[in-house]
């Protein structure tokens, strides 16, 4: 590896020397239509969640946390997220394996980290430190990435994803696991590996499936092969949700008029499964809306990586961005019963996730990588 | 990376990037249309489907709990059973306002403050379309003014559950436990899908540990509800499948002569057929009333219980760890036997202390003058303290150890109901390990009287004295006899550990031993002389005497002068017949002063009942 490594330097992108709102370090398209998707957001919830104003000031706290964190993390020079990218990487595996130990120890899932004085998911960082650390470590090499290159790569994306399914969560390593993905595609490699990969990925699947799974999980991807088979359980779930759907319509039922989600046929109606309240509600149209406003983020998030100056801060953006992305489908596949239920929320519209600022400070690295540029210098 | 090379290739690589950033976009656009043809699918072609699935949503799937096995104790007593009550329910969602609902019930009928903030409790960890108890155990009149008011308030309904009932009190219940609300962290560990009807669930003994078979499967209903949500017809059923029910080792009757005899005094007895490991007594003094922790217990209550001086929650049977005074002795000098160190025949000189090189410390034998001349058979039948401080220096601690380790010294006896302490057994090696200190010589002669670092509960004394009944067959004690399924089939309790026979012992050396624990009760001078009463069998007996308090080298213990809590332990360890033991049996007074006095006759008392049967003219 390249001890002598240049990180560059970034500064901001119009430098004026007076205070501006430029000087916020804001993407101000983005930032746009993440506060519009927050407001969507806050007005279905007070819908699922019974018209009560507690949990919707809870959730408005969280969301002013979240921006309040991506506001600190764009005003943060790319070069310097590119020096931290491997020491974070490195403090989270540590923490993955801290949790598992400790989870052996206490018995049963954990996928916290007891700090003394708060808790913490160190899966959460994962989710920003694996493509950090792909994007840091695939930088140092020539595009598309040599085989050698590749492999360590892979490595990169594997060793987090299966300390992470052990503890068991399977929602966030699919998510990680994508992020690498997504990085690795952004890279350039050849369609033919990414066809032979998807084959190895279809190969594995059994093993997965008698060896690395528990019983639990197994029986969600059954249920959703057959949601009938356990009406008492997550089969309800999928049930009670196609008809949320279904019933919406053309136009929906209106705001706060759904049958499903008002009269509780609907479980979990305002986290994991707040989009089939929206789908009820506002119909076939409210939905190509909230699709419209969804694109409208990921194509803005796509924009910044294309515009991105090195090599790193794009395949950062990108990577991040359909992350996101992968959020959404996730979500939306499993509500209307085109997925297992794996349990991701619907990106800044389901209640409460911790998932939320983890979500909001990698679109304040995407601001940071937009509203900075980067001196070239021969050195 | 030479800088030219690496510009050349921000170009190319931007250029490459780009072109894979419009293909994820093409990507994106394809997969949204893909949920966007699912929501067509749903929403416009399914519409018509789906509206009516919702209109008709009036069918709802209703959980149905299980019937929880019932415990029985080997004659055929009930130990656990359940009652038909009626409980008034709330259903969250269908009420409009629930303080005022409350508030208009209490003038129908009695609700306690208590009962309104147990329903607040659980109103936050249930779903809101789940119904929640507000009072339990409803009168019949009771009943009648709700169903006559019961227009008044959608959303409540009089439900018939069936309430757990201990019928015998506290007879047993370190042993069958109890059941009670099923809290949080429980709820992550269970099936939520089988527990979806169910609200309680074991805590402690046997109702815990055999939770699985007690609790069988959940069962459902589809039934059509009107607007309210107000139960119209059932549709279809799936019946639930009731637990097993479960017949226990312990004997009813002879638990309760046991608490009997043990009378206001704390302390515990447990009792074991040596033969087979069945837990004949398993008696904690002090104890509680499991029917209070099944409803939810009020604060005032538990904390009566948590903060008494007998501390009736703890279970002494399996946690209490006592030095087990002089009843070590029989184990010791077997080993002293058997090592060769002693014979029948060896005689010591008691003088009443003992002493070791180099060391001012006297070693006191409980009889101040000494017991003179004594041989084997005399120390254990007056309990000589410095022949087995003589006796234990020769053998030196790893040596006892090694010896007492086979009979379940230190190590938990693998009872079916858990929670048990595992005692100490002390050896150099776990003292440099525990403690990180060296061992000392004086902390072996200790060790030899069962004082200082040793520590046993009563059951790993009742199961230690059944494998030296047994000749050096352990056992593995179990509270569960069989589960006594619905077809009339039965299964037995399958052990879980191999039973080890400490069998390279000369048998001539387990008689000497047993014979010398005879002389204990039929000896003339035997410590527990006083519980023989010419019984047509014979009993093998050691008393004990476990300091608590220690005294000062020249001072003198005196029962009077130290407080009550400071006193003494009494135990006391026998089995009978000892020609072929049928029951072994282990008692502990805490503060009770002399083995022989106080814990005896407890013991005595138990077998007597016991054997009762088997040597009365009709016989068994």
Known sequence: MNHSRSYGRWIDRRPTGRFTTRSLHMDWPLLFGLIALSGVGLVVLYSAGGQDMDLIWRQGIRLGLAFGVMFVIAQIPPHHIERWAPWLFGVGVLMLIAVLIFGAIGKGAQRWLDLGLFRFQPSEIMKLAVPMMIAWYLA???????????????????????????????????????????????????????????????????????????DYQRQRVLTFLNPESDPLGSGYHIIQSKIAIGSGGLYGKGWLNGTQSQLEFLPERSTDFIFAVFAEEFGFFGILLLLALYLYIIARGLYISAQAQDTFTRLLAGSLTLTFFVYLVVNIGMVSGMLPVVGLPLPLVSYGGTSMVTLMAAFGILMSIQTHRKLLTSG | ??????????????????????????????????????????QIIGHEHYTT????????????????????????????????????EIIPERVEDIDLTIAELVQIIEISDNDISRFHERLKQKRRFQSIPLRLRLSEEEVARLAVNRHRFPGIEIAARLIREYPQGNLAVH???????????????????????????????IEKSYEHLLHGSVGYQRVETNVLGRTLRVLDRTPPVPGEDIVLTLDANLQRTAKQALGDASGAVVAINPKNGDVLVLASTGDFDPNLFVNGIDHKTYNELQTSRLKPLFNRALLGQYPPGSTIKPFIGLA???????????TLFCRGWHTIKDDERKYRDWKKEGHGVTNFKKSITESCDVYYYDLAQTMGIDRIHDFLAPFGFGETSGIDIGGEASGILPSTGWKRQARGEPWYLGETLIAGIGQGYTLATPLQLARATAALANHGNTIQPHLLSYVALSNN?????????DSISINKINPKNWEITIAAMENVIYGLRGTARRINHGQPYKIA????????????????????????HLRDHALFIAFAPSDDPEIAIAVIVENGGHGGSTAAPIAGAVIDQYLSLDFSPGGK
């Open chain 1, 140 to 214: 140092e090499n020539t595009l598309p990435p040599p085989r050698r290159a590749m492999a360590i790569t892979v490595l990169i994306i594997v060793v987090p994803v299966v300390l992470i399914v052990k503890q068991p969560d399977l929602g966030t390593s699919l998510l990680i696991a994508m992020a690498g993905v997504f990085a690795l595609l952004l890279a350039g490699i050849s369609w033919r590996l990414v066809g032979g990969m998807s084959v190895l990925v279809a190969a594995f699947t059994p093993i997965v499936w008698f060896f690395g799974m528990h």
């Open chain 2, 1 to 42: 990376m030479s800088p030219q090379i690496a510009i050349k290739d921000q170009i190319r690589e931007g250029q490459l990037f780009s072109s894979r950033a419009i293909i994820a976009l093409i990507g994106i656009i394809l997969t949204l249309l893909a949920i966007i043809t699912r929501m067509m699918y749903l």
């Open chain 2, 53 to 88: 699935l919702s209109q008709n949503n009036r069918v709802s799937i209703q959980p149905l709990a299980p019937t929880r096995g019932l415990i029985f104790d080997r004659n055929g007593i009930i130990l656990a059973q359940n009652l038909p009550t009626f409980t008034l």
């Open chain 2, 175 to 205: 042993a069958v436990g109890y059941v009670a609300r099923i809290n949080e962290k429980e709820l992550n560990e269970i099936d939520p899908s089988n527990y979806a009807a169910t609200n309680h669930i074991g805590k402690l003994g």
């Open chain 2, 336 to 346: 002293g036997l058997e090592s060769d160190f002693i014979t029948p025949k060896t």
């Open chain 2, 489 to 497: 089939e039965k299964i037995e309790f399958i052990p879980d550990r």
């Open chain 2, 541 to 564: 007996g050691k008393t004990g005497t476990a300091q608590v308090f220690g005294i000062k080298q020249e001072e003198e213990y005196v029962a009077e002068d130290i407080a009550k």
